[in-house]
């Protein structure tokens, strides 16, 4: 009898479960995120941002976890997490790049100033 009761209890808690976690999460979005997370890799997310493309990594396998267990809401709210947290490393990456390049375009500039005053020191009589 008591295991009769758990059993209906445990069965009323799983369909209640699966009636509240809504639609399954298409495989599309999945598919999606992983593009984000390759794109943020892409941009030097792995030298640059490691922290944000392994959070993203987590929250993606984290959502696949939720997905597999019936969980679509859980998975839902971790894909947006993941993707969020790609986008963030990828524009990280971006920024360390531009920061990069302008670094190397100011000592360019000062290469330049320098060589300019020698060279007006040079022609003045």
């Known amino acids: 009898m008591r ?4 059993s209906i209890s445990c069965a ?20 999606e995120t992983e593009a984000a997370i390759r794109g943020a ?6 030298e640059n941002s490691a922290q944000l493309l ?6 993606l396998a984290a959502a696949k976890q939720a997905a597999s267990r019936g969980d679509s809401e859980e998975s839902r709210r971790q894909i947006d997490e ?19 390049q302008a670094a ?3 000592q360019q500039a000062d290469e330049l100033e320098s060589k300019v005053r020698q060279l007006q020191e040079r022609a003045r009589p």
């Open 104 to 106: 190397d375009l100011k």
């Open 41 to 46: 890799e892409n941009a030097g997310a792995a």
């Open 54 to 59: 392994d959070r993203s990594r987590k929250a």
């Open 82 to 100: 993941a993707k969020a947290f790609a986008a963030a490393a990828e524009a990280q990456a971006g920024a360390e790049k531009v920061k990069r």
């Open 3 to 6: 295991r009769t009761i758990a």
């Open 12 to 31: 009323a808690a799983l369909a209640t479960a699966c009636a509240t976690s809504g639609p399954p999460v298409p495989a599309q979005q999945m598919t």
